[in-house]
């Protein structure tokens, strides 16, 4: 490979991080000089325009290649307008040019002159109306945003599709295919698709002409205005923006480093080494130094003058080179293999290593010689079996918000970092115990995080870099990954290839082997093949899960660790034995199964009209083929027994705090309409104060934990509020019969408020909280973690349409039983299963990891290459909540995120192949794929 | 550095002395710039706005042709009403790539002579064949994406939507070229491959001949999302049925690929005078796959090719045609 840096020659010495900081700041002034021109054009590198923004008249120098976004954000401090992709496919930097939406991350600032510019900050309260847009209403009220990173482009957008289809069709309503046409350039990597539509055609229909400027959300009103500030918007004074300079190398051992020539540049403040000279580079787009500079481009500018000399080394790529014979192996030593990176949830167990396989890791397993033996039998002849190998591919996090972080030193031994996160609590502790700091001198803030997805979880280097250069320079320093590092190294979900056979009957309990082998990357720690066990707990089982190390990036933890990957195969496998014993898949599971979770979604889809008006196999035989599929699922019920919620009450208003964040899961909206529920009040009337570690010990946003860690903690400390209030009524105001009812109290002289309690009461502060189930948890919490006894369940049932002559599988309607108990929070609980839904669809017909075959560079940089869903890719989705179960649980309700998202590679497979007789081994679903698999079968047609 | 020219004559002055890049919409160029400045900036050129010469957004037209100004942009296209009507491939091209937030600001010259969508060239530390360097990398790696006629050094398909379409009405391109004072015309197709025009020449219009009388037309995309995703294989067709029901004008281009866009004669020529059944149009389309050289991993951009020529072929049949107009069509082109 060619690359573009220069490598130098020099002897290494391995060292401590060396940090050097140079010279104070400086304004860099543009010189060069100039060919001669016609008189008539002077050249310049900075142009002033006069145009419009917002209504109002304002006057910019800009340079030739800012963007609008970067002007707009940078120079006028409209952050509402986010930088998703940088290329045009995202949508979240759209803004509207004369009336038009535009992607501004591409549209050049000189564009500007004389023209009309409205960000979304200009669309609603502060635009010239004052009044919400009905697009803003319908968005809250639909519940059409999570993180809402993705949602002020939304927006822009909707807001000019919806005044230009009423001017036209005055209160119809759009057709799903006019939105998504309309709304085609935009990505919400959350999934809200299902909402948005809802919200588009509502408010074109006339239906949120006026009504409440808030939603169910409670914080949605600051996505929908562009008010709310992610980690990425924050510009503390001073502010300096690293860089990193990353390997181009898949295996190199890194020689020496020169930054000299970086730190003469006018504008950096210094840098620091984040591999050291000698260390081994084991993938591209490994960090090697991070500088800080006063803007952007002075940043970068200056990283083309580090030298770095790279010693080159064999690398190795995917499931197959790291095997043979003479393939180089990533980590020789024990150290280094006892420091290799973990893709997985739970702390690593010690594993065998032989050369880049490690493993296998069968801890699981389940009567492991009679399943083998059962397999063996029914391989002879004595019963059916189905044997099948199945691949898929490495997944990308790719939240909208990437990994970023603004790290400010308030002196010595004091640091408050703002950070894209889903753990705050868990990081500050990390970063004190890192840095040497005491714990309560370390605040990691996060008001608004613009998802995570599992990556965002623990202390990351994004935060390293912006912390250390910030020691390191004496400024507060920002450092957020571009889209193409963010694809490259901000988080993956493992590949992985499963080996499974499987054996059993009706009322005949299965027996499977399971071989599984799981492409992390640098990473380890794969167990997928736990999920047969705890989908099929009774049946006997050989699992083994091995990881292969290779040059690629660290795996990390993805939603659902394993689950879709596995179920891909495992539900195949299941669904096949069904079709060969002539049997309904449903009741053969049901017939093995003694859960009551699942067995109530087993016999919700049993029910559902989908499943009942399913035609026979094939029963398509022209070019479109429809097929109905269904596969199921299990998790686990996570919970943080330590979480604590603290509520604070006075004259001034009920304040309810704790040390956790919302990344679009809705926490904060969690916490208002659990203490709201018991106080009987509007959850817009009380305050709650997350995203910052300084409270009260909250629940890290991650393993499906957060509603029911927050909830229970939630009720108990509005519950001790109401006690209180009503011991003030009795006691201080000397009330007879004191009672509590929804919104105050009720005594023998009348009835009293909350408000008016407060008034006159003390300031109060409860704190409750989570506790253990009944009955305890199956371990003692690990790292905060406790596994409860119950597990959730769900079932899906999709129906998809293959075209034989395009190769194109489109998703028509899904519909998904939940079992997870008690539901918090309605609207948002469906938001979150409708999510989890649309990632798993993205997942199994389009998303695509690809790195070039032999330098392990990473092509999908992008994401026009690195596809994500859009509303038009999604079919109907329906989900409901199935009531009933998890008495035992804190609560009674357990988690929902990871759920919805096993389910859907598994059924969209098996609805494949009740279409087609095509059964898919491997996906995403390209159309190349599907038609070289109709192939097969004779199913293609031109 | 920018300059903002305020005629095509002084923009190419500019651009030649300054070895300068145009920018009209920018939305490829932004891009694209942003990977150069990864390695530093004196790697970007000098920028040669096109934003104050005027008269180059419009569109006019007559019976006797079209002529449409190099910084139209293709919303304004699409939405052209008589565009739509006489031209309707073109429009319908126009319509169909990208997504509304770039079809607002990008124009139809900056869509011609864009640069290609190889995730190679693309990529900061790749110096490929069209970056200056000796290798293409696409052949020698991943090309899942690239060409299945393998007809160049470089096997990035041409990345233009319009380009196809502007192939099946074979139109023309007006530029001005640096060694030449006078505007020439080219078709086309000469202007779109690598290298295939000077630099810093610039396309001023872009000429479509006079209509065609009940004209018929489809543009389809091989894709597997469904909306904004560059193509796998799209195909635009035009036809013309006489009294009979017979196919008695016929045009059929394809892009995504071949390093341009490919007018598929073979395919045409077994429709003229053909009555459109469908064993009649399976078997043209079947066709289409004449000549194909495909990649080790782009054999399957084959069938795709096919089925979108046909499915191209089925909808044409199905549009209603366009009005009657001046022109009688011939197969010898109009
Ligand atoms: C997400 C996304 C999806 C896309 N999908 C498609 C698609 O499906 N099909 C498709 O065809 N395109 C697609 N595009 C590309 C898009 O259509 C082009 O970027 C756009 O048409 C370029 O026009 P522009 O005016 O912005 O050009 P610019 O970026 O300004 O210029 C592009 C190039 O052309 C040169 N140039 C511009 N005008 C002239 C002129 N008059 N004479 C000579 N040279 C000139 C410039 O110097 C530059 O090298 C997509 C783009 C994005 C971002
Ligand atoms: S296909 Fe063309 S653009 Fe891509 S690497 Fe090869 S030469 Fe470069
Ligand atoms: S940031 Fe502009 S489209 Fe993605
Ligand atoms: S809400 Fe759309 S990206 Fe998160």
Redesign the interface.
């Known amino acids: 490979?060619?690359?573009?840096r220069r490598g130098f020659l020099k002897s290494t010495v391995a060292g401590a991080t060396a940090t050097v900081a140079c010279a104070k700041p400086q304004r860099q002034t543009a010189v060069?000089t100039?060919?001669?021109?016609?008189e008539?054009?002077?050249?310049?590198?900075t142009?002033e325009l006069n145009t419009h923004v917002n209504g109002e008249r304002v006057s910019l120098r800009v340079g030739?290649?800012h963007?609008t976004l970067n002007v707009v954000r940078e120079q006028l401090g409209l952050t509402g307008s986010k930088l998703g992709c940088?290329?045009?496919?995202c949508?979240a930097c759209?803004m509207q040019?004369d009336g038009?939406?535009?992607?501004t991350c591409?549209?050049?600032a000189?564009?500007l002159?004389g023209r009309q510019l409205h960000t979304v900050e200009g669309i609603g309260p502060r635009s010239a109306g004052g009044q919400l847009h009905p697009i803003q209403r319908a968005f809250m009220a639909e519940d059409a945003l999570q993180c809402g990173y993705c949602t002020p482009g939304f927006i822009v957008?909707s807001a000019a599709f919806h005044d230009r289809f009423r001017a036209k069709h005055g209160a119809a309503t759009p057709s799903r295919d006019e939105i998504?046409?309309?709304l085609?350039?935009h990505l919400c990597r959350c999934g809200a698709y299902v909402a948005i539509y809802r919200a588009v055609a509502g408010a074109c229909a006339g239906k949120f002409d006026d009504g409440p400027d808030q939603g169910p959300r409670i914080d949605a009103l600051a996505k929908v205005t562009g008010a709310a500030k992610y980690s990425v918007d924050i510009a503390p004074e001073g502010l300096l923006i690293a860089k990193v300079l990353r390997s181009?190398h898949a295996h190199a051992k890194l020689g020496s480093i020169d930054w000299s020539g970086a730190l003469a540049h006018p504008g950096v403040v210094g840098a620091i080494e984040l591999t050291r000279p000698g260390h081994k580079l084991r993938y591209v787009g490994q960090e090697i130094v991070a500088l800080a500079a006063i803007d952007e481009?002075t940043a970068?500018?200056a990283?083309?003058k580090v030298h770095v000399e790279y010693e080159l080394l064999p690398a190795v790529l995917g499931l197959d080179a790291p095997l043979e014979p003479n393939a180089p192996e990533l980590y020789a030593e024990k150290k280094a293999r006892k420091a290799a990176p973990n893709a997985n949830e739970t702390p690593l167990l010690p594993e065998t290593w032989r050369g880049n396989l490690r493993g296998p890791f069968e801890l699981f397993s389940h009567n492991r010689g009679r399943a083998r033996r059962r397999v063996e039998r029914a391989r002879d002849g004595e019963g059916e079996l189905y044997s099948g190998s199945f691949e898929t591919q490495v997944q990308l996090h790719t939240p909208l918000e990437p990994k970023a972080a603004v790290a400010e030193w308030l002196s010595a031994d004091k640091l408050r970092v703002h950070a894209s996160s889903q753990g705050v609590r868990q990081m500050a502790e990390d970063i004190a115990t890192r840095w040497g700091l005491r714990h309560e001198d370390v605040e990691v803030i996060a008001d608004y995080v613009g998802g995570g997805f599992g990556a965002k979880g623990l202390i990351y280097i994004e935060m390293v870099i912006a912390i250390e250069l910030a020691r390191v320079c004496g400024q507060p320093v920002k450092y957020a990954n571009d889209r193409r590092e963010e694809l490259a190294v901000g988080g993956s979900r493992p590949g992985l290839r499963t080996t499974v056979s499987v054996t059993g009957a009706m009322d005949t309990l299965p027996a499977f082997v399971i071989d599984s082998r799981s492409d992390a990357g640098v990473a380890v720690g794969s167990s997928a093949s736990i999920l047969a066990r705890i989908n099929y707990p009774q049946a006997d089982q050989h699992l083994s899960d091995y990881d292969v190390l290779n040059n690629a990036p660290p795996s990390s933890p993805f939603r659902g660790p394993g689950g879709p990957p596995m179920y891909f195969a495992i539900e195949q496998a299941i669904d096949a034995l069904a079709i060969t014993h002539a049997v309904d898949p449903i009741a053969l599971r049901s017939s093995w199964n003694e859960n009551d979770s699942r067995q109530r979604v087993y016999d919700w889809a049993s029910a559902h009209p989908m499943w009942q008006a399913r035609r026979p196999a094939r029963s398509d035989t022209g070019r479109f083929r429809r097929g109905i599929g269904i596969a199921t699922a299990s998790w686990w019920c996570l919970a943080e027994p330590a979480t604590r919620v603290q509520i604070d009450a006075s004259r001034d208003g009920v304040v309810i705090s704790t040390a956790c964040q919302d990344m679009g899961n809705g926490s904060r909206t969690l916490l208002a309409d659990v203490v709201a529920d018991v106080l009987g009040v509007d959850p817009h009337s009380l305050t709650v104060k997350i995203g910052s570690s300084k409270a009260v010990h909250g629940p890290m946003s991650g393993g499906s934990r957060t509603a029911t860690s927050l909830g229970p903690a939630a009720t108990d400390a509005a519950i001790e509020l109401r006690d209180e209030l009503v011991e003030v009524a009795r006691r201080r105001l000397k009330l007879a019969n004191v009672r509590p009812i929804a919104g105050g109290v009720e005594h023998d002289g009348g009835r009293l408020t909350w408000t008016e309690l407060l008034e006159v009461a003390p300031a109060i502060s409860v704190t409750g909280k989570r506790g253990r189930d009944q009955g305890g948890f199956v371990l003692p919490p690990i790292a905060d973690l406790a596994f409860s006894r119950y597990l959730s369940a769900t079932v899906q049932i999709s129906e998809v349409e293959v075209d034989t002559?395009?190769?194109?599988v489109?998703m028509l309607r899904s519909a998904c039983g939940v079992s997870v108990g008690k539901i918090y929070s309605p609207l948002l609980a469906r938001s979150q299963a409708e999510g989890g839904l649309v990632q798993g669809i993205s997942y199994a017909?389009?998303e695509e990891r690809?790195l070039?075959?032999?330098?392990g560079?990473l092509?999908?940089?992008?994401l026009?290459?690195y596809?994500l869903?859009?509303?038009?890719?999604i079919g109907e989705i329906e989900v409901e909540f199935v009531p009933g179960g998890f008495e035992r649980v804190r609560g009674q309700g357990v988690g929902i995120g990871e759920l919805a998202t096993l389910t859907p590679a598994a059924t969209i497979a098996n609805a494949v192949y009740d279409a087609t007789g095509w059964r898919p081994t491997h996906i995403?679903l390209?159309?190349?794929r599907v038609?070289?698999g109709l192939a097969q079968t004779s199913g293609?047609q031109? | 550095m920018i300059v903002f020219p305020k005629t095509v004559d002084e923009a190419m002055a500019l651009a030649v002395e300054l070895g300068g890049s145009y920018r009209a919409g920018g939305t490829d160029l932004q891009e694209r710039r942003q990977h150069l400045a990864v390695l530093g900036q004196h790697t970007l050129a000098p920028i040669v706005d096109l934003r104050d010469v005027p008269g180059l957004d419009s569109v006019a037209c007559d019976d006797r042709g079209a002529w449409i100004g190099a910084m139209t942009t293709l919303a304004d296209l699409a939405a052209h009403r008589v565009l739509r009507e006489r031209w309707p491939g073109v429009a319908e091209a126009c319509e169909a790539l990208a997504n509304p937030q770039i079809r607002a600001v990008a124009s139809i010259g900056g869509n011609l002579m864009q640069a290609p969508r190889c995730w190679y060239y693309r990529h900061p530390d790749y110096q490929c064949l069209r970056k200056g360097g000796t290798s293409c990398f696409a052949r020698e790696g991943d090309h899942l994406f690239h060409v299945c006629f393998d007809t160049a050094p470089c096997v990035a398909p041409h990345p233009s939507t319009v380009a196809l379409a502007l192939v099946a009405y074979e139109a023309e391109v007006e530029l001005i070229q640096p060694a030449t004072p006078e505007p020439t015309r080219a078709p086309i197709q000469a202007v779109l491959g690598a290298d295939a025009v000077a630099e810093h020449a610039i396309i001023t219009t872009i000429r479509l001949g006079a209509p065609v009388a009940n004209e018929r037309s489809a543009y389809v995309r091989a894709s597997n999302r469904a909306h904004a995703e560059w193509a796998l294989a799209e195909v635009t067709v035009r036809l013309v049925l006489d009294q009979s029901g017979a196919i008695v004008f016929v045009r059929v281009a394809a892009g995504g690929v071949a390093p341009t866009p490919l007018r598929l004669s073979a395919v045409e020529d077994a429709l003229v005078g053909v009555v459109p059944e469908p064993l009649a149009l399976a078997k043209a389309a079947a066709l289409a796959r004449a000549d194909a050289k495909p990649l080790a991993m782009t054999g399957y951009k084959l069938e795709l090719l096919e089925g979108a020529v046909l499915e191209a072929l089925e909808r044409a049949l199905q549009t209603s045609p366009s009005p009657s107009a001046i022109t009688t069509p011939s197969q010898d082109g109009a």
Do not use: Y
């Open positions: 490979m060619q690359t573009t060069g100039h060919p001669k021109l016609p008539s054009a002077p050249t310049t590198d142009v030739a290649d963007s940088g290329h045009g496919a949508g759209t040019l038009t939406p535009v992607a591409l549209l050049p000189t564009k002159e957008e998504a046409a309309a085609s350039g181009p481009a970068i500018e990283l083309t002559r395009l190769g194109r489109r017909l389009f690809r070039d075959p032999r330098h560079t092509l999908t940089g992008g026009e290459d596809r869903c859009g509303l038009g890719d995403p390209r159309p190349d038609l070289a293609a031109p």
